[in-house]
C-alpha cells in the first residue's frame, strides 16, 4: 500500500486560502456592484442582433452611440468581433405592461437610423416578464435549499451527522467560491447558472462521499489507528480516482467552454472552476471538518466524564486496560496524534473486541 | 446471476433501447426534409398537400399500362379494392395490376379520397409522433416560444369572490380554446399550444419569428370583427366572378383581392368546417373593409334552443359600450346583411332586423353550425386577461449555428475522454469506453421516448454526463488495480474490486441524483432538461458500469482465462 499523504497537515493553511478565497469574492460582490442577472432574474429584453459585415463596418462603441438614448441599455460582443454580432439587454423600469413591444420597436428603429434597417438582422430576442423573473428567482432558493437538505438527510442516513455537516459545508464552501468568481468576473447569472451551481453541488458531493466511504471502510481495518491517519490514508488511496474523474470532466467541460458561445460558455466557465474547487474541498475541507468535529465531541465528552467520574473512568467500561494503555502510549507518540480519537461508545472508530496494535506494520506494506 | 443471463438480459436491453431510438432515427434519417417540414404546417397547408398528392398519384396511375403490376408504394390502395371485391362477391386477384385496382374502385372520387386520406394520414402520423421522439428545441431550430400567464387574480378581483378550483379549471380550458381557435389555419406553421402548471400557456411556433403576428394572436386583437356587407360591390364582383372563375384563389387557399372592388371594401372567403374539422371554402362575399363593431365588446355567446320552433339559435351579448355602438351600427342598417370575420374569414352572416343593443340572436342554423358560431364569437371575448411573462424568439440561422456547435462539442468531448480512458487504462479502458457508448446509447434512447426537448442546455447536460460518467468505471478499476497490486489474482482482484466499489459508486451517485430530481422537480424550461438528462445519465452510467463492464472483465477472467489484467503501465511486483 502507498504511503499516506499527510493532506491533514495543511488543513489550517487550506482553509485560511479558503476563508481568503470566499471573503475576496464577498469583496468582489460588493466592489462590483452585486452580480450581473441575466433577464431570468431581473426582468428584462435581451436582444442578439447581426449588423450585415458586408453593408457597413461597426464596433461595439458605434453601436453605443446609436443605442445612447435608452436609458441603461447593456451592450456586448457575441463571438468574433467581425461578425458583427451584439447583445442588447434592457432591464423593465418597473411595472410596465406594453414595455416590451414598445421596446422592440425602439431598438429595431434606433438601429435601423444608424445602420440602415435592411442591414439589420434580430438572431434571437428574449423577453422575461416582472412577475416571471421573482417566481424564478424564488424558485432558485428554494430548489438549492431542498437540494442541500435532502442531500443532508441522506448522508446522514447512511454516514453520521458530522460527515454529513461536513459535505455539506463543502458544498456551501463551493456554491461560495462559484459565485465569488461569477461576481468578480461578472458572469451573468441566469437559470443556466443555477443548473452549473446544481451540477457542481453533485459533484464535489460524489467526490466528498467516495472519500468517506472509503474512510468507513478503513475504519473497520484500522481499528487502532488514530482518524486523522485513517483520512490521511483514506484521501490518499481515493486520490488517483479524484484526480481521474476531474480530468475527465474537465475534459468534457471544456470542449463545451471552447465551441460554446454566451450563455453555454459561461456556463462550462462556471463549471471548470466548480470542478477544480469542488476537488480541492473535497480533499482540504471535507476532512478537517470531520476531524475537527470529531476531536471536539471528544474533548467535550472526555471532559465530562472526567467530571463525573474522575479520571480513571474517563474511558467507557466496557474498554479493556489493554487498549487504554494502548491509547495512552499513542498520545505519548507525538503532538499530532496527542489527542487520540478514544473509543467511545459515540466515536467513529468501534473497537469491539482485543487484538494486538499493528498499525505501524501495515503502513510498510 | 450466470453470464449467459445476463448477457441476455443486456442483449435485452440494447433491443428495447433500439425500439425506443426508432423513431427518432426515422425521423432525422428516413423521414425527407419536405415531409418533415409539413408536419410542422398548419391543418389545411396538409390538406392542400394531400389533395396535390393524391392528384399527382391518380393521374401517374391513369398513365400506366393497365396491364402493369401496380408499383409496391401504392400497395396500400389494395385493401379498400379488397374489401369492394369481396362486396361484390368477385374474387380477390393474387397479383394486382393497375386495372385490376381501377376495377376495385367504384369510382374516380373514392380512389381520389382514399389516396388522400393516405397521404394526409402519413403527415398527421408524423405529427403525432412528436412525443416518442427527440425534438429539436427552439434554440436549436429556431422559431418563437410565448409563455402567458392567465391572470386568474384579476378574474377574481373582477367578480368579487375567489374561484373554486372547478373554475379556474374552466376559465384556464376556455382560455386554451380560444387561442386553439384563433390560430390561423392559412399560417405557414402551425402553433403548439399546451398547459403549463396551473396557469400558464406555453405557445411554440417553429421557423421564423413573425413577433407582431404573435403579440396580436395572444392579446387577440382584431381577430373577431362584424363587418357590414357592401351589396353593390358584391353584385360587382359576382358579374366579374363569372367571366373569370378560380381567379381568386392564391397557391395556398388565400383569397387574391381582384382589382375591380372598389375602394373602402374587400373580398372575403365565406366557410364552414369539413369532416376533418377543417375550413372549407363555400363562397364569397365582400365587406366594408372597415369593422362595425370590434368583436373584444363581446361578452359572452351561447347556444340556446328557440323557445317556438325549438331550432339552435346563438345568443350573444355586448359590453355597455359596445351595445351602444352595434345600437348604432345596426340602427342605420336595417336591412343590410352583417358578417362575422374571424381573421380573414366569414364565419356567419345574417340580415338585420330591428336596431339590437347588447343582447343579440342570431338564428337559422343546425346544431353544429350553432355551436361553431358560439365559439367564434366566443374568440373575441377572453374569459382570463393573458399576459405575456415571456417571449423568445432564435432565428433559424443561429439555430443551425447552435446545432453545429452542440454536435462539434459531444464529438470532440466524447472523442477526448474515450482516448484518455484507452491510454491511461489500456485494456480495461477499451472495456470503460465500450461502457461509456452504451451509456450514451442508452441515454439518448430514454430520452428519445420520453419525447424529449433538446436544447443547448441538455446538450452540455449531456455532455457533462459522458464527462461523469466514467466516474464509476474509475473508481472500479482503481480498486481492482490495488487489490491487484497486493498480488490477487485477475479474477479476484476484479471481484474484490467491484465488491468493494459497489457502496462508494451507489452513494455517490444516488446523492447526486437526489440533487438532479430536486432540480428537475423545481426548476423550469432550461434548468429541467439540464437536470432530466443528468438523471438519466446517473442511471444508464450506473447499468453500464456496474453491469455491463462487470460482464466483460468476468467474461475475459472465466472464459478467455485472462490471467494478467491490463489496467495499469507500471508493473506488478510479485
Known amino acids: 500500500m502507498r504511503r499516506p499523504i499527510n493532506f491533514l497537515k495543511l488543513r489550517f493553511v487550506m482553509i485560511t486560502i479558503s476563508l481568503l478565497l470566499v471573503a475576496a469574492g464577498v469583496a468582489g460582490y460588493f466592489l462590483r456592484g452585486g452580480l450581473n442577472f441575466g433577464i431570468d432574474y431581473t426582468a428584462g429584453l435581451v436582444q442578439q442582433i447581426r449588423i450585415d459585415a458586408a453593408a457597413v463596418s461597426v464596433d461595439i462603441a458605434e453601436v453605443r452611440d446609436a443605442l445612447s438614448e435608452i436609458e441603461g441599455v447593456d451592450l456586448q460582443v457575441i463571438g468574433p468581433p467581425a461578425s458583427q454580432a451584439f447583445s442588447v439587454k434592457v432591464i423593465v423600469p418597473g411595472e410596465d405592461p406594453s414595455f416590451q413591444t414598445r421596446m422592440e420597436n425602439r431598438l429595431s428603429e434606433l438601429l435601423g437610423e444608424a445602420f440602415g434597417a435592411e442591414n439589420l438582422e434580430i438572431q434571437s430576442s428574449d423577453f422575461v416578464g416582472p412577475r416571471y423573473s421573482k417566481e424564478l428567482a424564488g424558485q432558485t432558493v428554494s430548489i438549492v435549499l431542498v437540494a442541500m437538505l435532502l442531500i443532508l438527510i441522506y448522508t446522514t442516513f447512511r454516514f453520521k451527522i458530522r460527515y454529513a455537516t461536513a459535505a455539506v459545508l463543502c458544498l456551501i464552501h463551493d456554491t461560495l467560491i462559484m459565485m465569488g468568481v461569477i461576481a468578480v468576473f461578472r458572469l451573468e447569472v441566469t437559470t443556466i447558472t443555477v443548473a452549473a451551481i446544481m451540477t457542481i453541488i453533485g459533484y464535489s458531493l460524489n467526490d466528498t462521499i467516495v472519500i468517506f466511504d472509503r474512510v468507513r471502510e478503513n475504519q473497520d481495518l484500522m481499528r487502532d489507528s488514530d482518524l486523522a491517519v485513517i483520512l490521511n490514508t483514506s484521501i490518499t ?11 475527465t470532466t474537465l475534459l468534457a467541460v471544456a470542449t463545451i467552454f471552447i465551441f460554446g458561445t454566451g450563455d453555454i460558455k459561461n456556463f462550462a466557465l462556471s463549471l471548470m472552476v466548480g470542478v477544480v474547487v469542488g476537488t480541492y474541498s473535497t480533499v482540504f475541507i471535507a476532512s478537517p471538518v470531520v476531524l475537527g468535529w470529531s476531536r471536539l465531541a471528544d474533548r467535550r465528552r472526555k471532559r465530562r466524564d472526567i467530571q463525573m467520574y474522575g479520571r480513571q473512568a474517563a474511558s467507557p467500561a466496557a474498554q479493556t486496560r489493554r487498549e487504554e494503555a494502548a491509547s495512552e502510549r499513542t498520545a505519548a507518540e507525538g503532538k499530532e496524534t496527542a489527542r487520540q480519537e478514544p473509543s467511545g461508545p459515540k466515536a467513529p472508530v468501534k473497537i469491539t473486541r482485543v487484538q494486538p496494535t499493528r498499525k505501524k506494520k501495515k503502513k510498510k506494506r | 446471476m450466470s453470464k449467459r443471463f445476463r448477457l441476455l438480459l443486456i442483449l435485452i436491453l440494447i433491443g428495447v433501447a433500439l425500439a425506443f431510438l426508432f423513431p427518432t432515427i426515422k425521423w432525422y434519417f428516413l423521414v425527407p426534409e419536405q415531409k418533415r417540414e409539413l408536419s410542422y404546417a398548419s391543418r389545411n397547408q396538409i390538406k392542400l398537400y394531400a389533395e396535390r398528392e393524391a392528384a399527382d398519384t391518380l393521374r401517374e396511375l391513369q398513365d400506366m399500362e393497365p396491364e402493369e403490376l401496380l408499383p409496391e408504394e401504392y400497395g396500400f390502395l389494395t385493401e379498400k379494392a379488397k374489401e369492394n371485391y369481396r362486396t361484390e362477391g368477385r374474387s380477390i386477384p393474387r397479383m394486382w395490376t393497375v386495372e385490376q385496382l381501377f376495377r376495385g374502385y367504384l369510382s374516380r372520387e373514392e380512389l381520389l379520397l382514399a389516396l388522400e386520406d393516405h397521404f394526409r394520414e402519413e403527415i398527421v402520423e408524423l405529427k403525432e409522433g412528436a412525443g416518442r421522439r427527440i425534438n429539436l428545441g427552439l434554440d436549436l431550430r429556431g422559431g418563437m416560444r410565448v409563455l402567458i400567464r392567465a391572470d386568474l387574480e384579476q378574474l377574481e378581483e373582477a367578480g368579487g369572490q375567489s374561484l373554486t378550483a372547478a373554475e379556474r379549471e374552466d376559465a384556464m380550458r376556455r382560455a386554451l380554446e380560444i387561442l386553439n381557435n384563433r390560430v390561423d389555419q392559412f399560417g405557414v406553421r402551425e402553433p403548439q399550444i399546451r398547459r403549463q402548471g396551473d396557469d400558464l400557456i406555453l405557445v411554440e411556433l ?34 366579374y366572378q363569372q367571366s373569370n372563375p378560380g381567379a381568386f384563389i392564391g397557391p395556398s387557399g388565400e383569397i387574391l383581392q381582384p382589382d375591380i372592388l372598389p375602394a373602402g371594401t374587400t373580398l372575403r372567403g365565406v366557410y364552414s368546417k369539413d369532416a376533418y374539422g377543417i375550413d372549407q371554402l363555400r363562397g364569397f362575399t365582400v365587406i366594408e373593409s372597415e369593422p362595425g363593431l370590434s368583436g373584444n365588446y363581446i361578452r359572452n355567446a351561447q347556444v340556446n334552443a328557440d323557445p317556438i320552433t325549438g331550432r339552435p339559435v346563438v345568443n350573444f351579448f355586448l359590453t355597455g359600450e359596445g351595445g351602444e355602438i352595434f345600437y348604432k351600427l345596426t340602427g342605420d342598417n336595417v336591412n343590410r346583411s352583417l358578417a362575422v370575420i374571424l381573421g380573414e374569414k366569414v364565419k356567419a352572416q345574417a340580415r338585420i332586423n330591428e336596431p339590437i343593443r347588447d343582447a343579440v340572436q342570431v338564428s337559422g342554423f343546425d346544431r353544429e353550425e350553432a355551436d361553431d358560431l358560439a365559439l367564434v364569437l366566443r374568440t373575441g371575448a377572453l374569459p382570463v386577461p393573458l399576459e405575456v411573462i415571456n417571449q423568445q424568439s432564435v432565428g433559424a440561422s443561429l439555430g443551425e449555428d447552435a446545432i453545429r456547435i452542440g454536435l462539434q462539442a459531444i464529438t470532440y468531448g466524447f472523442a477526448l475522454v474515450i482516448l484518455f480512458m ?96 430536486a432540480l428537475s422537480l423545481l426548476g423550469k424550461g432550461p434548468v429541467q432538461g439540464f437536470a432530466n438528462t443528468l438523471a438519466i445519465g446517473i442511471v444508464s452510467s450506473l447499468i453500464t458500469a456496474l453491469f455491463v463492464s462487470r460482464l466483460i472483465f468476468d467474461f475475459a477472467t472465466d472464459v478467455l482465462r485472462v490471467s494478467r489484467l491490463s489496467i495499469m503501465w507500471r508493473r506488478v511486483q510479485g
Open chain 2, 206 to 239: 417553429p421557423g421564423e419569428a413573425d413577433r407582431e403576428a404573435m403579440n396580436r394572436y395572444v392579446q387577440g386583437k382584431g381577430i373577431l370583427n362584424f363587418h357590414l356587407v357592401d351589396e353593390e360591390a358584391l353584385a360587382v364582383f359576382i358579374e
Open chain 2, 422 to 517: 484507452l491510454i491511461f487504462y489500456k485494456g480495461a479502458g477499451l472495456i470503460a469506453d465500450l461502457a461509456l457508448v452504451l451509456n450514451l446509447y442508452i441515454m439518448v434512447a430514454v430520452l428519445s421516448v420520453l419525447g424529449f426537448t433538446l436544447t443547448l442546455a441538455s446538450i452540455a447536460g449531456v455532455i457533462l454526463t459522458v464527462g461523469m460518467a466514467v466516474d464509476a468505471n474509475v473508481i472500479v478499476f482503481e480498486r481492482i488495480k490495488e487489490e491487484y497490486r497486493t498480488g490477487k489474482s485477475a479474477k479476484a482482484a476484479v471481484k474484490a474490486g467491484f465488491d468493494k466499489a459497489l457502496w462508494a459508486i451507489l452513494d455517490a451517485n444516488i446523492t447526486t441524483f437526489i440533487a438532479a430530481v
Open chain 1, 237 to 247: 488511496q481515493s486520490m488517483g480516482r479524484t484526480l481521474l474523474t476531474s480530468l
